[in-house]
């Protein structure tokens, strides 16, 4: 059950891809309870919009998750003939690329409104923006595990299928 160099350090990097892709996210679903259910909106707001505190997730966040939808496909390519591997990894890339849809779907037009904020009264529709915003990166950070998971499940089964090779 050797494996090639090539693809072993293939799998490697598409496994670091993915959980630097997973890890913000992940990071969101544990700050969402104290945001959601103890912080002002002001304190919420004032985070959240302002003083660019989620300015590197999207830096560096966005390539990587862009990386983590394409790595995972290159990997199904190289383990096409290893049916059970190619079927986990492309599950991973779908799993992916279905979190940036999720993103773009929930997120995204939240984001469009938060744009719109600016220092003063807390806007009107603030709950239901904070919601969503909010919810929309839990959607996001649970898709994502999914998709790790079945990278993880790619890259155990590589070779099981035909163990003499």
């Known amino acids: ?3 090639r160099v090539s693809l072993f350090l293939w799998a490697v990097l598409t496994a670091t891809i993915a959980a630097l ?3 913000p996210s992940f990071a ?8 959601l259910s103890q912080w002002s909106p002001e304190l919420w707001r004032e985070t959240t919009v302002f003083n660019s505190q989620f300015w590197l997730f999207a830096a560096i966040g966005a390539p990587l998750d862009l990386c983590a939808i394409a790595f995972p496909a290159i ?6 003939d290893d049916r059970l591997a190619f079927r986990f990894a492309v599950a991973a890339a779908v799993l992916y690329a279905l979190s940036l849809a999720a993103w773009f779907v929930l997120v995204a037009p939240a984001n469009s409104v938060l744009a719109t904020w600016t220092a003063g ?9 904070r919601l969503r915003w909010e919810s929309g990166h839990m ?4 898709m994502k595990l999914m ?3 079945a990278l993880i ?3 155990l089964s590589i070779g099981r299928a035909h163990p003499n090779r």
Not at 75 to 80: D, I, K, R
Not at 121 to 129: E, K, L, R, T, Y
């Open 1 to 3: 059950m050797e494996m």
């Open 21 to 23: 892709s997973l890890g």
């Open 28 to 35: 969101h679903v544990l700050e969402s309870l104290p945001r």
């Open 75 to 80: 990997l199904a390519l190289m383990l096409y």
């Open 121 to 129: 009264p807390v806007a009107g529709n603030f709950d239901s923006i």
């Open 139 to 142: 959607v996001v950070a649970a």
């Open 147 to 149: 998709g790790f998971v």
């Open 153 to 155: 499940c790619s890259l």
